[in-house]
């Protein structure tokens, strides 16, 4: 089946712009997770989707970072007003539903942003 | 927040070599999680481990979770140039309910081998 894509591949702006970067999770996986990648460094928490439960949005690393989930399904991570240190890999992961812990993460192929 | 300590953030061993990668946590962990990411790729799950004390094996990979469930490992049995990448360990101390996210990335282990 489908696994979880990401659009777009790359993504190249000029500071100052705002971004979105979009996330297509696995059919039926109710758990979505965004984390952004710097260059040969770990994975950075930004932000989790649960079902219909409020986001965790506890990773956000300032106020120009949004995301949004719409009907469950497909999700949107905003960037405004971006800075160069914005520039990573955005990754998305979905999973099935988490109860009493985690499933396995299936993760996006990434967005590449660089801010110029 | 909580935290996982994964060590040696690199490592390079000759083909043939085996490699072990570690993961601590401070507190006890309710379970971890393995990720593998090759170079230029997205990381891939490769298994959860929940017991106390349990191992398991995947060909020449063998997981261990610690009998405190504080730390875990990663070894590989004569390594090959398709083992090169990234190693992630992803702990989980207490699910808190749906909403709140507690899994947390190790830094990995990037491993090189050379043929």
């Known amino acids: 089946g489908a696994g979880v894509s990401q659009s777009p591949s790359n993504k190249v702006t000029e500071k100052g712009k705002d971004v979105e970067l979009r996330c297509d999770p696995i059919?039926?996986?109710?758990?979505l997770y965004w984390y952004r990648q710097s260059l040969g460094q770990g994975l950075e928490f930004l932000i989790y989707?649960?079902?219909?439960?409020?986001?965790?949005k506890s990773g956000l690393p300032s106020d120009r970072f949004s995301a949004e989930r719409t009907g469950g399904s497909v999700s949107t991570l905003t960037i405004q007003r971006t800075q160069q240190e914005d520039s990573a890999v955005y990754l998305c992961?979905?999973?099935?539903?988490?109860?009493?812990?985690?499933?396995?993460?299936?993760f996006g192929p990434g967005t590449r942003l660089t801010v110029t | 927040g909580q935290q996982v300590m994964q060590i040696p953030q690199y490592q390079h061993v000759q083909e043939g070599e085996d490699f072990t990668t570690y993961c601590n946590s401070s507190?006890?962990?309710?379970?971890i999680q393995w990720y593998k990411q090759r170079p230029g790729g997205h990381p891939v799950f490769l298994i959860q481990?929940?017991?106390?004390?349990e191992v398991k094996k995947q060909k020449r990979l063998t997981f261990q979770f610690g009998e405190a469930k504080k730390n875990s490992s990663l070894h590989i049995t004569a390594t090959q140039t398709t083992d090169v990448g990234t190693y992630f360990c992803?702990?989980?101390?207490?699910?808190?309910?749906?909403?709140?996210?507690?899994?947390?990335f190790g830094k990995g282990t990037k491993l090189s081998v050379i043929p």
């Open positions: 992803a702990g989980d101390w207490v699910y808190s309910g749906a909403g709140s996210y507690q899994l947390t």
């Open positions: 059919s039926g996986h109710t758990a």
């Open positions: 989707f649960q079902g219909n439960s409020a986001p965790d």
């Open positions: 992961a979905s999973s099935l539903e988490a109860r009493g812990g985690y499933y396995e993460q299936y």
């Open positions: 481990l929940v017991k106390s004390g």
């Open positions: 507190t006890t962990l309710s379970n």
